[in-house]
């Protein structure tokens, strides 16, 4: 019943989100929990012997870390909310299922693995800065601020991986167990984009109608986000023999993060943006899957 269902969750839990905005809105103070266990239970079952980095990484953080306050100052004097919307689809680390569409795509597993983590460790470190400056902290002292995300940010982000690696030292068989359990994130990103989704919906809901425009502009700033990134890192890939590492890497996001971070700190109605990323994104993976299981 479960993977007659698989394929069509993010459009139900999307759905459903939507719907019952107000009860699950009401639950998103589970989010970091959810964020938490999904990211355990990826770096449980991390091997740390298949980790290499490379130039192709230097190369796709740079462009997070610099491209995200890029976009931000290019487009802030038109829009602050359209920036931030714009800034967290770039800035926002690599999702979880990354590896999973890579080995789909007949890509490098193990380089979109580093990258992944190594992705999740720069965020941690720079988001706390960056949101000190741009965010809605910005009447805090500058360090009371820094402190205040980056306990929250770092704690998230790091401490899974601190956990399991850990666990791997001292009770490696315990470890293994429960990284065999990894695709059970699938089933707790979805539960996620539920809450997120509903939480969105209900900002949506509270504003305007002035504002609707808005939304749907930071939804088509998403979009070209999420296509530009996917280009960008495949294009950047092929120069280091790994296109769909560098695509993936680059383009498919940890939205669920993406969102909280943006209703967190941010203009909530900022979270529109990697909000409609999911869409895109999926649209992207599914219409490239498609592609080569029709050539195969």
């Not at 192709?56 to 919307?85: E, K, R, Y």
Request: net charge positive.
């Amino acid at each position: 019943m479960l993977k007659k269902i698989k394929p069509y969750m993010m459009p139900i839990s999307m759905a459903l989100g939507a719907i019952f905005y107000k009860p699950f809105g009401a639950l998103s103070f589970l989010t970091p929990y959810l964020i938490f266990i999904m990211l355990f239970l990826t770096y449980c079952n991390l091997k740390l012997n298949e980790i290499r980095l490379s130039w192709l990484h230097f190369w796709l953080i740079l462009i997070q870390l610099v491209g995200s306050m890029a976009v931000f100052l290019l487009l802030n004097p038109i829009n602050t909310v359209l920036a931030q919307g714009a800034m967290i689809c770039v800035l926002a680390p690599t999702g979880t299922a990354a590896p999973v569409v890579t080995g789909m795509l007949k890509g490098n597993i193990a380089g979109v693995t580093a990258y992944s983590l190594l992705i999740n460790i720069c965020v941690a470190v720079s988001a706390p800065v960056i949101f000190s400056f741009i965010g809605n902290n910005r009447s805090l002292p500058f360090f009371e601020s820094f402190l205040a995300i980056g306990q929250r940010v770092f704690i998230l982000l790091i401490l899974p991986f601190a956990l399991a690696l850990l666990m791997r030292r001292f009770t490696p068989a315990l470890t293994t167990k429960i990284g065999s359990y990894s695709g059970f994130s699938f089933y707790v990103w979805s539960f996620s984009l539920i809450i997120v989704t509903g939480r969105t919906v209900e900002f949506i809901m509270k504003q305007n109608r002035t504002s609707y425009l808005t939304e749907i502009i930071i939804a088509f700033g998403a979009m070209i986000m999420c296509i530009s990134q996917f280009l960008i890192g495949r294009g950047i890939g092929k120069q280091y023999d790994d296109t769909v590492a560098g695509g993936q890497g680059l383009g498919q996001k940890n939205t669920i993060l993406a969102i909280w971070m943006a209703q967190m700190y941010l203009n909530p109605i900022a979270s529109i943006g990697p909000g409609s990323y999911v869409l895109w994104q999926n649209i992207i993976n599914s219409y490239q899957v498609w592609r080569k299981r029709k050539t195969l």
